[in-house]
């Protein structure tokens, strides 16, 4: 019964401001039920020391809490802390930041004012993680009673951070001390189309294929990952770590030879791919070469290693989501083009992998949506939104025509709300003119981004912002000039200028002759 208790307990650390931490505290004490132990950061402790102490199984920290230094505190964790799953609750609002907070690999991100069903479904999704993080853990340490199973185990391990921890170089060397293989090597793909043959024949057909590579290239030569659907990634050493003897081209192909000989039936419809050679730290280059682009045929049991000129960091991965955010939240035509090139990114991710990431991105455009675009867009249900995509076959087609939903509907919010925010905008310039007032200025009092105000403005008067306010300020100063009240450099400070010269350079462009000549010319027209 302990053990069954202990099992259901999640410990929670805070970071972030007491009115904060209460409100979510009560938040996820009556929506989920579980045996929450919670502890808060308090001010000048040292939160490594203190994350290792309590050993939290989620940590909700807020950006608001101390700007850069909330950063910072989460750079800290996560590079002690891998897989604890991170939830950032801000109030700001900038693509670096998100850009920061997507390269540090977060698990949820929330803004205030909290909605609280998003709260929920974001800390039932945390401690899905949780529990999963827990019931893997517990599998392992059963796997591990035989070293057969453990080396099997740590195989697949090694494949997994190839694929999904690329960035990672000092676990991927561990690995490949725990399995004694060598430090550089390749990628190998053996790929077949979707079977007629059930779950356990494949399973039994599998164990076939391991035998015999492991049999042909030697224990400590390779290491072989799970099936992944209807894919085995091996990676294979450059040379066998214990002797140095290297490993030849002419091995591999006689390990395949071995295979086709098998007479596993799987294998007769199996095409193998090979990536160029790398030092473990970059394998996922070998990876990327081996799968190939969409257009690159394979040919039937032939070694293809060839150098892919295209290969994404993760840091290229973020800069590219945040294009798609920005275009998004403005309903920029170009969204859906940019969403398909986010969407190739992720082609080289396996099936569940991409289907989540896809989810994520629909979601973090009605967020940017929502919150920089002035759009209502509150109508992807995130329940729903999972429970549809368990349904599709096509991952591509289905989030493609998720993209277009989302633009659309974007479209339409802003033109039905164009008229009328640049009405009030333009009142607001208006009554402002005679002081400094920038198009971010008037973008913040309207409530729009100034991307999206500055296009939406042109829109409607068929004129650029900067412009529209100069025009209006000239004429302003005709007035002023004209009722011979004011010296010009008074009428400079009245129409929210500062420099008289300056001034008088703007209006002879835009009038045609200096302040002084045109007061002159007025009178002479008797006007």
């Not at 579980?34 to 994350?51: A, F, P, Q, S």
């Not at 920005?326 to 992720?346: I, N, Q």
């Not at 003119?433 to 068929?462: C, M, N, R, W």
Request: glycine content about 6%; overall charge neutral.
């Amino acid at each position: 019964m302990k053990e069954r208790n202990e099992h259901n307990n999640i410990k929670v650390l805070f970071i972030m401001e007491e009115q904060e931490r209460k409100v979510i505290e009560g938040f996820v004490r009556e929506d989920i039920h579980r045996n929450w132990i919670m502890n808060v950061y308090k001010d000048g402790e040292d939160i490594l020391e203190m994350t290792n102490q309590f050993q939290p199984d989620i940590v909700l920290l807020s950006i608001s809490y101390d700007g850069a230094n909330g950063l910072h505190m989460l750079q800290k964790i996560r590079k002690m802390h891998r897989h604890l799953p991170i939830c950032v609750f801000s109030e700001i609002h900038s693509p670096d930041i998100f850009s920061q907070l997507s390269l540090l690999g977060i698990d949820g991100y929330l803004s205030f004012p909290l909605k609280r069903y998003q709260l929920k479904v974001t800390m039932e999704t945390l401690v899905e993680m949780v529990d999963a993080q827990r019931k893997l853990r517990k599998e392992e340490r059963s796997l591990l009673v035989e070293q057969e199973i453990a080396g099997e185990v740590l195989e697949n391990g090694f494949v997994y951070s190839i694929l999904f921890d690329m960035n990672d170089k000092e676990k991927l060397s561990e690995y490949c001390e725990w399995l004694k293989i060598g430090k550089t090597g390749r990628i190998m793909c053996l790929q077949w189309k979707q079977s007629k043959f059930d779950e356990d024949y494949e399973k039994k057909m599998y164990e076939q294929m391991r035998n015999i590579i492991k049999q042909s290239l030697g224990s400590h030569t390779c290491a072989i990952g799970p099936k992944i659907f209807q894919r085995v990634i091996v990676y294979i050493s450059s040379a066998i770590a214990s002797t140095g003897e290297i490993l030849t081209e002419q091995q591999v192909r006689e390990m395949i030879e071995n295979l086709k000989k098998s007479g596993n039936e799987i294998v007769k419809e199996m095409k193998v791919y090979i990536g160029g050679e790398y030092p473990v730290g970059d394998i996922y280059k070998s990876y990327q070469e081996a799968i190939g682009k969409e257009n690159m045929k394979p040919v039937d049991w032939k070694i293809r290693s060839a150098k892919n000129e295209r290969f994404y960091s993760y840091r290229e991965y973020g800069a590219l989501v945040n294009r798609l955010l920005d275009v998004v939240k403005t309903g920029r035509d170009e969204a859906s083009d940019v969403f398909k090139e986010t969407l190739e990114w992720l082609r080289i991710l396996a099936p569940e992998a991409k289907k989540n990431k896809v989810i994520q991105l629909l979601l973090l455009c009605c967020h940017a949506a929502y919150v920089d675009g002035d759009n209502e867009l509150e109508f992807l249900n995130c329940e729903a939104l999972v429970q549809e995509s368990e349904k599709i076959t096509d991952i591509d087609q289905w989030a493609n025509k998720k993209m277009e939903y989302i633009v659309n509907s974007i479209q339409e919010h802003q033109s039905r709300n164009t008229s009328s925010t640049v009405k009030v905008a333009i009142d607001y310039i208006e009554k402002n003119y005679d002081k400094e007032i920038s198009l971010e200025d008037v973008a913040k009092q309207v409530g729009v981004t100034p991307q999206h105000f500055s296009k939406i403005f042109k829109l409607e008067t068929g004129t650029n912002y900067v412009d529209w306010v100069t025009e209006l300020r000239m004429e302003q100063a005709k007035k002023y000039l004209l009722r011979g009240k004011h010296t010009m450099k008074e009428v400079c400070f009245l129409v929210g200028y500062k420099d008289p010269n300056y001034f008088s350079r703007i209006f002879k462009r835009i009038v045609g002759m200096p302040p002084r000549e045109y007061v002159k010319h007025q009178q002479r027209e008797g006007l």
